[in-house]
Structures are given as C-alpha cells and as structure tokens.
C-alpha cells in the first residue's frame, strides 16, 4: 500500500534548538511533498512543500531537505520557539488527476521555554 | 481570506443517531474531502468528491455516506451514529490537482454517548 511514514511520534526540543522530522516515501510517482502544521484546536495549514526536482527548500526558519534517491524529506525547524509546538505532517502527492494528498501520521513538536 | 467553513465546532450525539457534518468552502475549489483524526493514527481520508453529485470512497468509508449537491457544500453523514465514531471530522478542499495543496476548515470534534 502506498504510504508516507513519518518520525518520530513526537520530539521535544530545547527553544533555540534544531527540530528535524523525517519522511520517507515509496512511491517514485509522487511529486509533490507538502508540509502541514496544525495547532491545538486547528485544522492543518500548509507550511511549506517542496518537488522532486530541487534537494531544498528554505522559507524562514523552514527548511525542507529532500533525498530523492533515497526517497525521504525531513523538515527542519532552525532556532525552535514554543511558538512552533504544534503537530507536523509530512505528506506526497501524484502528478496524475488521482488528487489525493497522502499524510504521514504525524509528529507531536514541543518546544521546551 | 479564503476559507473552508465547518458548521459545528462541537457536537455530541446519541448512539443511533443520524448525524450531518457539513463543510463550506468559498474558492470555487473543484475538489472536497472528509477526514477523520483520532491520536496516533493521523488524518484518515473518509470520503472525496471530484465534482458536484462525484463521490469516492476514501481508506475508511464504512459507518458514513456523502452528499456534494453543491460544488461548495459537501457534508458528511453519520447513518446511524456509533461510539466508535467519536472523533475530530476534518473538512479540506482544493483545486483541481492537489498539488496546490489542500485548505482545511478548522473541525468539528463529535462525541457519540
């Protein structure tokens, strides 16, 4: 079955610190890699995404790594504040008209004060 | 500010009940989708819709139908409401590819007693 698995469940990091959430994929078909983040009470919002024709993507303190011959992206959370505890899903999409996104099941992000 | 509308925040229900969860989204968005979120097992899909009067089942269909008589209303519908059904309902659409992304409405958390 086709999936996007994602670690670790949950991450605590230190304010200041690096968070890192990996992503691994199976299906070479997939060509959009998008990040979505979702507080307490929120539906998710997309974060940042990334195609498998660039290795990185940097928007802010948001930095999306991709191996495409390993097939996996991680996502990077530069200088965390508490303001970034939320819960990260990874998630793949195809080219073709088959329009569903498929998430990773998530990561639980606190960032200690 | 666009926006994907979920008419109820909270709702809680009696077994055997016939519940409606409904969505609104205003960007003219062709595609619609029903997921359900529950702790460690991340977003479900239930239930898309490609175009009005369209309807696909998504990984966990059993227990609900849809209704899409609108290109912006698409609701989710409990045929007879379960305690195992007690979740947060998730509503998102998007354009005509998902590689855009989806937008999602904010909830609806359903308690079946």
């Known amino acids: 079955q086709q999936q996007v698995k994602q670690s670790p469940q949950s991450l605590i990091v230190q304010k200041g610190g690096i968070s890192i959430i990996n992503c691994a994929y199976e299906n070479t078909a997939f060509d959009y890699f998008p990040w979505y983040q979702q507080f307490p009470g929120k539906g998710p919002a997309l974060l940042i995404a990334i195609r498998p024709d660039v290795s990185e993507k940097k928007e802010g303190r948001f930095t999306i790594s991709f191996n495409k011959s390993a097939k996996q992206f991680s996502l990077h959370i530069m200088d965390s504040q508490p303001g970034d505890s939320a819960t990260y899903f990874c998630a793949a999409s195809y080219r073709n008209r088959d329009d569903k996104i498929i998430f990773g099941k998530g990561t639980r992000l606190h960032i200690l004060p | 500010d666009v926006k994907v509308t979920q008419s109820s925040r909270y709702l809680v229900k009696r077994t055997g009940e016939k519940v409606f969860l409904e969505c609104v989204q205003d960007?003219?968005?062709?595609?619609m989708f029903w997921y359900r979120q529950d702790p460690g097992l991340g977003l479900r899909l239930i239930y898309f819709?490609?175009?009005?009067?369209?309807?696909e089942k998504g990984d966990i269909p059993e227990g609900y139908s849809v209704s899409r008589e609108k290109k912006e209303r698409f609701s989710l519908i409990l045929e007879s409401a379960s305690t195992n059904q007690t979740s947060m309902y998730l509503c998102?659409?998007?354009?005509?590819?998902?590689?855009?992304?989806?937008?999602f409405g904010s909830g609806t958390r359903l308690t079946v007693v």
């Open positions: 819709s490609y175009d009005v009067k369209m309807k």
């Open positions: 998102a659409s998007s354009e005509y590819t998902a590689n855009y992304g989806y937008t």
């Open positions: 960007m003219d968005h062709e595609n």
